[in-house]
């Protein structure tokens, strides 16, 4: 199975800065792509960014120029910097990681459990 541990949640002042990170363990042959979605209370998960195999980033408009997702040279942990942060970023906040777990697996979505950011004075 694959396991994606996400820690750096938590409660910030506006303008405040935090740091997500993600570590996908398990049984893995290669990882596609990581990333960050989030959800505010309601039915939508947006993508906040993501980050591929040949490290190429994409953001949404609404964090760009805020945030920042990078990878370690393994590409199993991602990290999102997000700096200058608004209410309207306060969310839960999901990691992603497309996985296959053998050469002739076909790459599945794993999520992780979420974490709570929350942007208020």
């Known amino acids: 199975q694959v396991q994606l541990v996400e820690s750096g949640g938590g409660l910030v002042q506006p303008g405040g800065s935090l740091t997500l990170s993600c570590t996908a363990r398990?049984?893995?042959?290669?990882?596609?792509?990581m990333g960050w979605y989030r959800q505010a209370p309601g039915p939508q998960r947006e993508l906040v960014a993501t980050i591929d195999g040949g490290d190429k980033t994409n953001y949404a408009d609404s964090v760009k120029g805020r945030f920042t997702i990078s990878t370690n040279n393994t590409k199993n942990t991602v990290w999102l910097q997000m700096n200058g942060l608004k209410p309207e970023d306060t969310a839960v906040y999901y990691c992603?990681?497309?996985?296959?777990?053998?050469?002739?697996?076909?790459?599945?979505?794993?999520w992780g459990q979420g974490t709570q950011v929350t942007v208020a004075s």
């Open positions: 398990g049984i893995i042959w290669r990882i596609y792509a």
């Open positions: 992603n990681a497309r996985v296959a777990k053998g050469i002739s697996s076909v790459p599945y979505d794993y």
